[in-house]
Structure formats: structure tokens, C-alpha cells
């Protein structure tokens, strides 16, 4: 700005810049809360997000970004679980599930366990994980093109993001879309 700028120039320019700093400081304030920290996070509406598993950090602040339920689809042995995490979720008020499906052998039982649990929770938020993200979008897609009606086509997006299921995983998904009369081949 020149020293022949006028003093009502000069200080429309001054308000403006105070306003945008506020602004700006007020954006901060309300923030969105931190993105879930797990590898292969695939959110698939509102209220349901899939990922691999989460840290230990992650896991004790997911009521804070309203979530109500977690599904743990692999045995909680495996060696990247977090130890105590079935007490965290419960902790925060939240539903803790764990179907421990056997990666190498996926079964109609197990499908039929996470409907049942995915039922259950209605309308509650719900994180359902395993270790990298297979198991749970497999069973999310699987649920919601059998139980909601959603369009293969359109579900299997969110399992496309993370794998292609091979051997067992693929042997399930078709034998479970067959049963219900779906006529879809996962790629």
C-alpha cells in the first residue's frame, strides 16, 4: 500500500485483515475431527467406514468422532491387534463385536454372524476392521448388496479401492451372491 493511500483505505483494509484472521482462527476452532489413523480407511456412508486395523490412539478416540460400534473381523491373536481393544471400544459406551474369521477360510457361518451383529446395531455408526481391510469389505459389500439391496456394481467400488479377493474370499463372494439370486462377478 503507498504512503497517498487514504486513511479510510487504510483502514477498511486494516478491518479486513482482522476479519479474515478471526475467521480464520474461528475455522481452526471447529475443525473436523482427526481422520480415522488405520491404513486402507474406506468410509462408505455416514454411518459405516471400513479400514484395516487401527491404532491403539485411533481406537480411543473413535466415540469422539461418533461412532457407536465396532466390528473386529480377524481373531484378535493376530500379531498387529491391539492389545485390551474390545475394553477400549466398550470404554467409551461403544459396542465392541469381534467375528474372528480365519483369512484362509471365510464361511457362510461368518457372513451370517456379521448380519446378524450389522442388524443388531441399527442405526449406530459402526467401524468394522480387520488387519488391512479384506475381510471387511468383503463382508460390507457382501451385507449391503444381499441385506440392503445396494447394486453390486455400485458396492463393489469400496472393495476395489483395497483388493481383488482371490481363492477363498472370491469363492465366498460368489457363493453368497448366487444364494440370494445375484448374478454379479467380483473382478
Partial sequence: MSETTSPTRRTFVHILAIGV??????AQAAEAPLPLQAPNVVPIS????TSGQPTAAA???LSEQG????IYLAPPTVSDAVPAEADMVRKQGMEFVNIPIPFNNPTQADFQAFVAAMERLGSRKVLVHCQVNMRASSMVFLYRVVSRGVKPEQAYESVAKVWSPQGPWKDLLVAELRRAGIE???Y
Avoid: C, K
Avoid at 46 to 49: E, G, I, P, S, T
Fill in 21 to 26: 484472521v478471526i475467521i480464520g482462527a474461528g
Fill in 46 to 49: 455416514a454411518d459405516l467406514v
Fill in 59 to 61: 481406537l480411543a478416540r
Fill in 67 to 70: 461412532f457407536g460400534a465396532v
Fill in 184 to 186: 454379479f462377478e467380483p
